[in-house]
Nanobody, 125 residues
Framework: VQLVESGGGLVQAGGSLRLSCAAS????????MGWFRQAPGKEREFVTA????????RYADSVKGRFTISRDNAKNTVYLQMNSLKPGDTAVYYC???????????????????WGQGTQVTVSS
């Protein structure tokens, strides 16, 4: 079971990036997925999550209106579109999958069983 993030990089404030999280080793179409981030010296924090069927999403207040999570179950991939990026968004971004099928979304790290290795996002001012 593997989650692999991609799409990170360096961008100027106000710019956009699109992260992808590709799952392999099993299908995650029946599992809620989430994105978290961790900045240097800080704890890992919740960013956004999406239900197994894409019908329900939740966002941290800090990214509402700027970030959009989506998924393509046929491709076993989850996306994070990030617009209007700010220097405060600089962090390593991780995708994760909840361990129980057909469960709701969660903002808690301990609800997620599978994690990717992370991708660095750096926003310059």
């Amino acid at each position: 079971v593997q989650l692999v993030e991609s799409g990170g990089g360096l961008v100027q404030a106000g710019g956009s990036l699109r992260l992808s999280c590709a799952a392999s080793g099993r299908t995650f179409s029946g599992y809620a997925m989430g994105w978290f981030r961790q900045a240097p010296g800080k704890e890992r924090e919740f960013v956004t999550a999406i239900s197994w069927d894409g019908a329900s999403t939740r966002y941290a207040d800090s990214v509402k209106g700027r970030f959009t999570i989506s998924r393509d179950n046929a491709k076993n991939t989850v996306y994070l579109q990030m617009n209007s990026l700010k220097p405060g968004d600089t962090a390593v971004y991780y995708c994760a999958a909840i361990g129980s099928p057909y469960s709701g979304t969660s903002g808690y790290t301990n609800a997620y069983t599978y994690w990717g290795q992370g991708t660095q996002v750096t926003v310059s001012s």
